[in-house]
């Protein structure tokens, strides 16, 4: 085991002994040695000079991270409700007999592990999987008997089908963010013609939003960064797109990384900060060649580093972390947390992170998408961006449409499109149900098709997931909380023990033994999350719940069985072993199920 | 609490599953509080009565988890018989120290206990019908029947049971506040 002891040491030197660092640190050794054996745990807290309980407790938050060893191949089914109506389970099961292993586990020979993960952000292209945290898309069974050979083979994943791991960017629709051809640099140089004010002053009339879902207004938080005390300020963009049914920023990092990356520099012009951060979910991992490719690129171009564009005291360059799979990193003091190498708890707020964000720095936290629309702002100016969309909602919003549609994909439209519009452009023959926003967002049924995509109205960070008759509403909520049971950071009570009863109680009405109390009882719990958890994944745990319970009450009350209550487990059945023990079969020795209260 | 004279007095039905008793002597720990109790409550089955079936009642408190099939049977006859159930303690309300079980195989268990263990010549699992049959697992009593109130604590404090009572019988919605509410 000294091998795992020399690439700890190894990976944390390249890390310039940095703790800040711990998370990236983490990722390498278990690149270099397939999990986290404790050698390299030990190993790592004693060059850090972090408590051993410090680097523990970081490599046990997050899902991608191994305490135990894993199969020589990790095949990761994306479970999001997109990814099962398109098959998932059935190709899983399917995957796992060739390979004969059982979900979660490794195989005899070490060769295979199977499991599912969360949304992997390929909904429209699914059912996706990651094969050693690398993307491969539009799985079919032809596909899963070629992979199950290939892993049998032992062969390389260098050597398999290149196609297998194609992510398309399916763009469907495209509005002035997507249409237009973008110059490296000249959204820069218009900004800083402009002066750092001035360049202020353009944001401030643009009304722009942040597009990550809270749609704050971003000249709002880049002021209050520009004005917070302090020298070394910080933009972060935060990339890590975890939303179920959300991928419109990993277009935006696969075709406009050049915007994306502008937008972070045209923040640093803004607020004065030096250090750009990019914070890439897990998922996405294949995309990091790519993106540091783009930044060298800028970097030879005088786009990045000392004295951007020969204007002397800009200096500004960007690093990407990579995240290891955990949805609460989303949130964006979570997402601090985790860039300064701990678990992705998010803080309290106030401090907001303008003032006191990455390492207690000023700190600018802005969605992908929000940061390539400011390179559309210092080309056009403020006033022109603001004239597409509604009052509150100004500009075009991207939508990551899946689900029962003929043409998923992304699709741009200004602010204040109806969803039956979006509907009919998708392809969508007999749509019933809409989740725009996500897991955590707001379920939409038939009646409220007219209402419009805007902050106003139905506000989304652009999933947009449309089932038809076919689907079970339901399913669909039970879907989303396990989502939020299993990401759940389990800082706080309400929320980590909250889950987990919601998923409980939805379980129980799938397997058929659901009761009028607990319809009652999910709604004292739904208002407890929402009220008494620490952030808003806890609070929005049971949006798709209150929703569906709402507008789609017959869905559950048709898997109810009794008016009162009902055991979720079954009382004779539970009496079988010590019948056996015993050898009794007399009436005592059984328990009615019909012997109500 | 008000001497009634002449209104009905509350019935209270109270038992104990798979516990300990901890709780009804909590419940005797009011001491002289009893006395003003007993002024406007009327016990119904209890071990304090030693009636051996529930009637109807106002208030049934129930210590103790799910054990056996005897235990269904009490818990469901006092959720028929009960308007208002209350899980009293740590047992009744998560399945408490008897549920320390449910990390083993019953089958291990029995075999162990009554067939394997040192000293036994001739062992073997008792199966007399008199005895009710144990359930695979110790569950807390809201997931067999439907409950009302938790009053938690092991045991609950006479204080806290006082109070909850008093709230309960006076129409107020109990409420259990620091430092009468514990888990300890």
């Known amino acids: 085991m000294q091998d795992a002891e020399r690439i700890a040491a190894r990976a944390v030197e390249r890390h310039r002994r940095e703790p800040s660092q711990l998370l990236q640190i983490l990722i390498e050794t278990q690149d270099g040695i397939g999990h986290l054996p404790v050698e390299s745990l030990t190993r790592i807290a004693e060059l850090l000079d972090l408590p051993r309980s410090r680097v523990e407790g970081v490599a046990g938050f997050y899902s991608f991270l191994y305490a135990e060893p894993v199969g020589r191949y990790r095949i990761l089914f994306s479970d999001n409700i997109i990814d099962r109506m398109l098959g998932s389970r059935e190709l899983m099961e399917r995957l796992c007999r060739r390979l004969d292993v059982a979900p979660g586990q490794v195989s005899a020979g070490g060769e295979a592990s199977v499991d599912t993960t969360s949304c992997t952000g390929m909904g429209d292209q699914g059912p996706a999987i990651l094969v050693n945290g690398l993307a491969v898309t539009r799985l079919d069974e032809a596909r899963v008997e070629r992979i199950a050979s290939l892993v049998a083979a032992g062969t390389p994943l260098a050597e398999w089908p290149a196609e297998y791991f194609h992510v398309d960017d399916n763009i469907r629709r495209r509005g002035v963010l997507l249409g237009e051809d973008f110059v490296p640099g000249a959204a820069l140089q218009a900004a800083m013609v402009r002066g750092r004010h001035g360049w202020l002053e353009e944001v401030r009339m643009s009304g722009l939003r942040g597009r990550g879902g809270a749609g704050f207004s971003t000249a709002v938080k880049w002021m209050a960064c520009s004005e917070a005390a302090g020298a070394d300020k910080v933009v972060v963009c935060n990339a890590d797109e975890g939303e179920p049914g959300t991928f419109k920023d990993r277009v935006l990092l696969a075709s406009q990384a050049e915007r994306v990356f502008e937008g972070m520099t045209l923040a640093a012009w803004a607020t004065g900060a030096r250090q750009g951060l990019l914070y890439l979910r897990g998922e996405y991992r294949y995309l990091l060649k790519h993106l540091r490719a783009v930044l060298a690129v800028r970097r030879a171009a005088g786009l990045l580093g000392a004295r951007i564009l020969g204007e002397g005291g800009f200096d500004f360059d960007i690093d990407i972390h990579l995240g290891a799979g955990a949805y609460v990193c989303g949130e964006e003091t979570a997402l601090l947390e985790s860039l300064e190498g701990k678990r992705g708890t998010p803080r309290i707020r106030p401090p907001f992170p303008v003032t006191h964000g990455y390492l207690g720095r000023p700190t600018v936290v802005n969605n992908v998408e929000t940061l390539a629309k400011t390179t559309l702002i210092a080309l056009q100016g403020g006033a022109a961006f603001a004239a597409t969309g509604t009052a509150q909602s100004t500009g075009t919003k991207l939508l990551s449409i899946s689900g029962d549609c003929a043409y998923p994909g992304v699709y741009e439209y200004p602010f204040g499109v109806t969803i039956a519009h979006v509907l009919e452009d998708c392809g969508a023959h007999d749509p019933q149900v809409v989740q725009v926003g996500g897991a955590s967002g707001v379920t939409i049924a038939g009646h409220e098709f007219h209402r419009r995509i805007a902050f106003e109205d139905v506000p989304t960070a652009g999933a947009f997931m449309v089932f038809d008759g076919r689907r079970d509403p339901f399913e669909m909520a039970r879907n989303f909380v396990h989502f939020f049971a299993h990401e759940s950071c389990g800082f706080c009570t309400p929320c980590r023990v909250g889950t987990a009863l919601l998923k409980g109680y939805m379980d129980k009405l799938a397997s058929g033994k659901g009761a009028k109390m607990d319809l009652a009882d999910i709604e004292w719990l739904d208002r407890l999350l929402k009220n008494a958890s620490h952030c808003g994944l806890g609070s929005s745990a049971p949006n798709p719940v209150i929703d569906t319970l709402v507008k789609f009450r017959p869905a559950y009350e048709r898997r109810l069985v009794s008016l009162d209550f009902k055991p979720a487990f079954d009382l004779d059945a539970a009496l079988e072993t010590a019948r056996r023990m015993t050898g009794r079969d007399d009436p005592a020795a059984h328990l009615d199920w019909r012997e109500e209260v | ?184």
């Open chain 2, 1 to 184: 609490m008000s001497d009634s004279i002449g209104m009905p007095r509350v019935r209270v039905a109270t038992t104990s599953l798979a516990g300990c008793f901890g709780c009804h002597m909590s419940l005797l720990d009011m001491d002289e509080r009893l006395l003003e109790l007993a002024k406007v409550v009327e016990f119904d089955r209890s071990p304090l009565t030693d009636i051996k079936h529930c009637g109807p009642c106002d208030i049934g408190l129930i210590e103790g988890g799910v054990c056996n099939a005897e235990n269904v049977h009490v818990l469901r006859e006092f959720r028929r018989n009960c308007k208002t159930l209350v899980a009293v303690g740590a047992c009744a309300i998560n399945g408490g120290l008897p549920a320390q079980r449910n990390h083993l195989d019953l089958g291990d268990c029995l075999q162990q206990v009554y067939v394997k263990r040192d000293g036994i010549e001739e062992g073997g699992v008792p199966d007399d019908p008199e005895l009710p049959l144990l359930l695979d697992r110790v569950h807390p009593i809201h997931e067999v029947v439907r409950v009302d109130y938790f009053i938690p604590g092991c045991p609950p404090s006479g204080d806290a049971i006082w109070k909850f009572l008093t709230d309960l019988i006076g129409g107020r919605t109990p409420r259990l506040a620091h430092p009468l509410l514990r888990f300890d």
